[in-house]
């Protein structure tokens, strides 16, 4: 069994180690890979059985430790395949590595250094190569895809002999042309962003931005260092939303940062409101070993940090009910993930929800469906094939 990991909070590190100790009670032989690899020591102190630790996009790492492991019979179609570790209809597409940004509770840059752009057009040939294996949904991740090319100036690149630059809205063109759902992670809501949204309401890409806002008091984003102030956010979700009203926008959000009062927390909870976001992560801060704001004054207490999170996630949870029970009597596109569970397009696979019909329906994993919905929780849709 493979684990993919998180080391980006610890909140993250405490959630993969133990999701490495599920795999290992349920398989017995597991392969540690992601960001935490980096932290080798960390997993074998805590989990000596691991067959293997490698670092984050290893992906020849991964499977030398597989093939170290399982050896398999020499099969001269399949061993020129590329591998992917996600289930066959949907993969995520990595566009850059590293960041420029330097938020202070984030250890990303020191591991992975200033950001690097892909060439536009590598990226494309392997956005081509996996809807061609049947991929029906690309991820397209990155630290930030909004900055995306910003390191190589937006150079021109060639897709297919077509002058192109290496800029986000261009790349969106390019990728909305394969006619597979593109989901945008990572997104902050710099004014170029804006350029994307029209792709979206002409059902290009899909309509959904992640976009990690993780605070909104202008105070604790600027001890953050947040990229993008709090101050225009909510304009800009006001002008996407007027462009393509059936925009879902997913966020993170991280309570009890060093010196967050009760009035931080009050602006934050208001923002929630006034943005009405579909859907929403919220951590309690944890200091990473390395990071700058571990020398941040007034650390909140677990108590509070606790607190302010389940009151938190009560308010998301409201609106969120009420958001998904406007879509009751509506028929929805989802992407099926296995018999009578699948996606809409306001779900990405692992962190949203999920629309459940009928199993009897026979649609099997990868293929689309038409599902009227007929009942709404907080977090996920029940409805029957149309
Ligand atoms: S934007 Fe901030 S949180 Fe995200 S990877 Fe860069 S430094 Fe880390």
Redesign the pocket.
Known sequence: MIVNTCGFIDAAVAESLDAIGEALAENGKVVVTGCLGVKNELIRKNHPAVLAVTGPHDTPAVMNAVHAHLPRPHDPYTDLAPVRLTPPHYAYLKISEG?N???SF?I??SMRGDLVSRPIGEVMQEAERLVSSGVKELLVIS??TSAYGVDVKYRTGFVHGKPTKTRMKELCDELGDLGVWIRLHYVYPYPHVDDVIPLMAEGKILPYLDV?FQHASPRILRLMKR?ASAEKVLERIRGWRSICPDIAIRSTFIVGFPGETDSDFSQLLDFLEEARLDRVGCFEYSPVEGAAANALPDPVSDEIKAFRKEKFMKVQEKISARKLKSRIGKTIRVLVDEPGVGRSSADAPEIDGLVYFEKSSGIEAGHFAGVRIERADQHDLFGRIA
């Open positions: 960041c940004h330097r938020c984030c990303i840059p630290q930030d990690p990229p």
